[in-house]
């Protein structure tokens, strides 16, 4: 079937550039074509066409890192630092997770991804394996069911935890099994951070990352905290060890890396390391500032996410574009220090190429995949658009995002997801979230609630 995405202007990411009253001819799952609406309509006369010819057409979003093992542990705890974080909510949580929490919540999050554009995730599923079953092939499952594309990984650990390596790896065994039998999803392997595993699992881990060949998902240099307990433990920063170590002798994206020095940068680029930088999670917990441009000038890919909802805490990607702009002009003072054209490209294109996905997606170029976002021109983000860059940049919200093709296959309409009864799944989202709060022990908890909620009658 051929169908024609039509908008007032088409945002390629691409050797095309921005082109004004465009189309984009999709072919079964691929992108055929992408040039002037004039044309394609008459040649192809016989196509569906959806837009009206007002809004804006965009290659899918990449969120380069979140956890939907946050899914259901959103809005609490903004008054802490990372590893208070991590000690208070993340930790409590991680035991209690289960496989239909895994999977019930990357529906709910993953709806609202693709509701804000997003046609690939880039995901780090932090938890304890159940004793039971494993847990992160029900990402693969909430993916597979959203239609969505997307990178998985465990964020294995076991620091204070009495596992072995063996029963550890036993999870990534089964995400490697489940993504391999999925249509969209690629299995990487996880490590919630070097820190958190100890000698024995970090050894193993780098030698089944050379052995299997798979690409890497983890954090670095989030907080200096980290830099300083790596000198301390290792007496050198966590990129240097990792790097000694022979973790960067495969493909590893990094999420983070704000706090560098410049032998740090020499290290990424020398090993072709990839960053995910996550501006919103960084400005919550006061993390601090990505050092975009100085990534960016030693030849580094730099892709955007939301990071997880328990520390972005929501999931919407074109706020995580509008934000990283923004930072950085903050940061440094100076309204060029990121421009829409600039912010918009590393959404899209330098996403893909951060995952090494830039030959299948990221762009809108003939012979990709067809992961398509339209932006409806009819609202009021968008009812004026001087120039798209920035209109899409600064004015837009996922209010604006009406229609989503992944792999050419329509997984948003209207603002609406397809494939998933949305509603049935808040329903179950919102059980799991107070059975997940309870049994981990947070209810209430003085550091993670705000005193007037805690203070509130019982049935409030
Ligand atoms: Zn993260």
């Given at each position: 079937m051929t169908t024609l ?12 550039g921005a082109?004004?009253d465009?189309a ?5 799952g691929?992108i055929a074509?992408v ?5 394609l ?11 009206d010819?007002t809004g804006?057409?965009?290659?899918g979003?990449?969120n ?10 959103t809005?609490?705890?903004?008054s802490l ?7 208070h909510l993340v ?6 997770l289960?496989r239909?929490?895994?999977?019930v919540g990357?529906?709910?999050r993953g709806a609202?991804m693709?509701a804000?554009?997003v046609t690939?995730v ?9 004793p ?7 990402v693969?499952d909430g993916?597979?069911?959203l239609?969505?594309r997307g990178?998985?990984a ?5 620091r204070?935890?009495p ?6 790896f ?10 391999a ?7 990487r ?9 100890s000698d ?16 890497v998902h983890?954090?670095f240099?989030?907080?200096?905290e980290?830099?300083?307990a790596?000198?301390?433990l290792h ?7 990792a790097a ?6 495969v493909?590893?994206l990094?999420?983070?890396c704000i706090?560098?020095?410049d ?15 996550n501006?919103i ?22 892709g955007?996410?939301?990071d997880?909802?328990?520390s972005n805490?929501g999931?919407?990607?074109l706020?995580?574009?509008k ?7 903050v940061?440094r ?9 600039e912010?918009?490209r590393?959404?899209t294109?330098?996403?893909a190429?951060?995952l090494?996905?830039?030959d ?5 170029e003939?012979g990709k ?6 932006l409806?021109?009819?609202t009021?983000?968008?009812a004026?658009?001087?120039d798209?860059?920035?209109?899409v940049?600064y004015c837009?919200t ?5 229609d989503?093709?992944i792999q050419?296959e329509?997984?948003?309409v209207?603002?609406?997801p397809?494939?998933?009864d949305?509603d049935?799944?808040?329903d179950?989202?919102?059980?799991l ?10 209810r209430n908890?003085?550091l993670?609630?705000t005193?007037?909620?805690?203070a509130r009658p019982?049935?409030a």
């Amino acid at each position: 079937m051929t169908t024609l995405i039509r908008g007032r202007s088409v945002l390629t990411s691409g050797p095309a550039g921005a082109l004004r009253d465009a189309a984009v001819r999709v072919d079964g799952g691929t992108i055929a074509e992408v040039g002037p609406w004039e044309r394609l309509m008459s040649a192809h006369p016989e196509a569906e066409v959806v837009g009206d010819g007002t809004g804006v057409v965009l290659p899918g979003l990449v969120n380069a890192h979140g956890h939907f093992s946050e899914a259901l542990v959103t809005g609490m705890g903004e008054s802490l630092t990372l590893f208070e974080w991590i000690q208070h909510l993340v930790a409590p949580v991680g035991p209690h997770l289960t496989r239909r929490m895994a999977e019930v919540g990357t529906l709910l999050r993953g709806a609202e991804m693709l509701a804000s554009g997003v046609t690939t995730v880039n995901d780090l599923f932090v938890c304890s394996p159940h004793p039971e079953a494993p847990v992160t092939p029900g990402v693969v499952d909430g993916l597979e069911r959203l239609g969505l594309r997307g990178e998985v990984a465990f964020g294995a650990q076991d620091r204070n935890d009495p596992r072995s390596v063996e029963e550890i790896f036993a999870e990534h065994d089964a995400l490697e099994a489940a993504a391999a039998g999925s249509r969209r999803c690629r299995f990487r392997m996880g490590l919630a951070t070097v820190l958190a595993q100890s000698d024995a699992l970090f050894a193993a881990s780098v030698r089944r990352a050379h052995e299997s060949g798979c690409r890497v998902h983890t954090h670095f240099h989030e907080v200096r905290e980290e830099v300083v307990a790596s000198r301390q433990l290792h007496g050198l920063t966590t990129i240097g060890y990792a790097a000694r170590e022979g973790l960067f002798d495969v493909e590893v994206l990094a999420a983070h890396c704000i706090w560098l020095s410049d032998a740090d940068v020499e290290i990424l680029a020398a090993h072709d390391v990839r960053v995910a930088h996550n501006p919103i999670a960084n400005m919550i917990l006061a993390s601090g500032v990505c050092p975009v441009r100085r990534l960016q000038a030693a030849g580094i890919p730099v892709g955007i996410g939301t990071d997880g909802p328990g520390s972005n805490d929501g999931q919407d990607m074109l706020e995580a574009v509008k934000v990283a702009a923004l930072l950085q002009k903050v940061d440094r003072l100076d309204p060029t220090a990121m421009t829409a054209p600039e912010v918009l490209r590393m959404a899209t294109i330098d996403g893909a190429r951060a995952l090494g996905l830039h030959d299948v997606t990221g762009s809108l170029e003939p012979g990709k995949e067809a992961d398509v976002v339209l932006l409806d021109g009819r609202t009021p983000a968008l009812a004026v658009t001087h120039d798209p860059y920035q209109a899409v940049a600064y004015c837009t919200t996922s209010r604006a995002v009406s229609d989503v093709w992944i792999q050419g296959e329509r997984v948003l309409v209207a603002g609406r997801p397809t494939r998933i009864d949305l509603d049935a799944v808040i329903d179950e989202a919102r059980e799991l979230a107070a059975e997940l709060v309870s049994e981990a022990g947070l209810r209430n908890h003085p550091l993670l609630f705000t005193p007037e909620t805690v203070a509130r009658p019982a049935g409030a």
